[in-house]
């Protein structure tokens, strides 16, 4: 058994300023054997894939890595740049003979200028390029996506968990299915529903109502016989395309009429607690002084989720913290390439420095923040994540400068978007974690694989930024009119 194995994927954040280049993803991009030694040991899709084909001694044929890269989100992808992957993987997969199947890591939230569906497209063009073996997919649960996917593919399957922390789990159970359809004990059937409902990705963890709600009754149908899989991807709202929102996908054997049946019944879940995927959070004053209520009651340590900052330079929080006196914190990422850059030119460890930073990149960043404090430390900082999401898999930091501000105010200036998912992003720069009181993380769930174990207290915060809390905020353009709660008929009447 011969089985082909790519990765295509990214989430676009068509709000953000910067555009999607393919000199941007080349720098990343990964072929041959290195897409396996990439993920290999790595709780990942293709992780997923390789174990489950090892284990049936089947041939893998590695193709082709891209997608996201360090640094802050980008925006749309030019269509020559998205040919460009596109038609290697096709190509590639056209030279390869006697293949069996194809397994395609891809995410959902792609954003291509001219191409309506990214992932569909990706899907038909490997399709005819493999000689129409069956094709399987795996999606992150920011998908946005309809049924020319579930059309073009033999199988979708959409991770359940966010933090995601169920990709290779999920990578398995695309492969076993890929495995039982080549051998003929399977026929993968499959419907999709589409409730109408956008949602911010701060209120998508599962963990928690109201996805967790919608979760069980994912997990309660896959107990019937014949239903394989059942997967919701509450979409990512952050990408301005015809089909940004939620989707439901079933998956059985061979039976159409359960399908729709799983399908339609979870969609109509989510239809009764719609409401329940929206709340107003405190800005950035307000949710600062409600933290130092916190820290003054001991509810210690706080992370301040800043989940709107998709370009890293955003000052509203620190400049909070700062102003309202906080104190035993730490911001493990301002991103602000040309003050790293005066600072490495400069200063040297011991130096005590004024240098003002962040607030650049876009309207909603915010002020420069001036800080000064004494340089702890400079470098490119290299080290492996220790929390459950890609737990072992190596990190290669761009330049980063360590400010201490006094009082352990912890403020860590980078040259590319930084985030602290797990404790290893503090402490690859010295940063004490027992110490503090209060991290801000630029993000929105990923962090709380880890930090629900570390922290007290998880506390959301909507500040200005390119990823808000409140999608009415956003100016979208090509969403579904009918889409609760941003579409244009809802905006119209509220």
């Avoid at 925006?75 to 056209?94: I, M, T, V």
């Avoid at 995410?107 to 129409?132: L, N, Q, S």
């Avoid at 290299?382 to 009082?407: C, I, N, S, T, Y």
Wanted: aromatic letters at 6%; a negative charge; proline letters at 6%.
């Amino acid at each position: 058994m011969r089985i082909a194995i790519a990765r295509f994927s990214h989430e676009t954040c068509t709000f953000s300023p910067e555009p999607t280049t393919y000199e941007k993803l080349e720098s990343r991009a990964a072929r041959g054997e290195a897409v396996l030694e990439d993920s290999r040991g790595v709780p990942s899709y293709i992780n997923g894939y390789m174990r489950v084909l090892q284990k049936e001694e089947a041939e893998i044929v590695p193709v082709l890595s891209v997608g996201m890269v360090p640094g802050p989100y980008t925006s749309w992808w030019p269509q020559k740049c998205f040919d460009r992957y596109a038609d290697e993987l096709a190509g590639g997969l056209a030279e390869i003979p006697r293949l069996d199947g194809v397994l395609l890591a891809l995410h959902g939230a792609m954003a291509v200028r001219g191409v309506p569906r990214p992932e569909a497209e990706i899907v038909r063009r490997v399709k005819r390029a493999a000689g129409g073996v069956p094709v399987m997919v795996t999606l992150d649960l920011h998908a946005n996506e309809d049924h020319e996917l579930t059309d073009a593919a033999d199988g979708v399957f959409v991770i359940k968990t966010y933090p995601h922390v169920d990709s290779q789990e999920t990578g398995e159970i695309a492969t076993r299915c890929l495995i039982d359809t080549i051998a003929g004990r399977f026929e993968p059937t499959m419907s999709l529903r589409r409730p109408g409902i956008a949602s911010a990705s701060i209120f998508q963890a599962s963990d928690y109502h109201p996805m967790k709600t919608l979760y069980d009754r994912c997990r309660c149908w896959e107990q019937e016989s014949d239903v394989y899989c059942v997967s919701v991807a509450p979409g990512y709202a952050y990408a301005d395309v015809v089909d940004m929102g939620m989707s439901v996908i079933a998956v059985t054997d061979g039976d159409r009429s359960l399908a729709e049946e799983v399908a339609e019944d979870v969609s109509q879940l989510a239809c009764s607690i719609r409401e329940d995927f929206h709340r107003p959070l405190p800005g950035p004053e307000d949710g600062v002084a409600e933290v130092l209520q916190l820290v003054e009651d001991g509810q210690t340590p706080v992370v301040i989720a800043d989940g709107a900052d998709r370009t890293g330079d955003s000052t509203h929080i620190l400049q909070q913290l700062l102003r309202q006196g906080a104190e035993n914190f730490a911001l493990p990422g301002l991103a602000d390439p040309k003050a790293a850059k005066k600072l490495r030119q400069e200063a040297s460890v011991g130096d005590t420095v004024s240098i003002k930073a962040g607030g650049w990149a876009s309207e909603y960043s915010g002020e420069p923040v001036l800080l000064t404090g004494e340089v702890k430390y400079m470098g490119c900082p290299r080290f492996r994540l220790v929390g459950p999401m890609r737990r072992g898999a190596e990190v290669q930091d761009g330049f980063v400068v360590r400010l201490d501000l006094g009082a352990n105010r912890q403020v860590v200036i980078s040259e590319r978007m930084r985030g602290s998912n797990d404790s290893a992003g503090l402490t690859s720069v010295g940063i004490d974690v027992d110490s503090l009181d209060i991290i801000v993380l630029k993000d929105r769930v990923h962090h709380r694989a880890y930090w629900d174990d570390v922290a007290a207290v998880d506390f959301p915060v909507d500040a200005p930024g390119l990823g808000p809390a409140d999608l009415t905020t956003l100016q979208y353009e090509n969403i579904p009119p009918d889409l609760y709660p941003v579409g244009e008929n809802y905006r119209e009447n509220n």
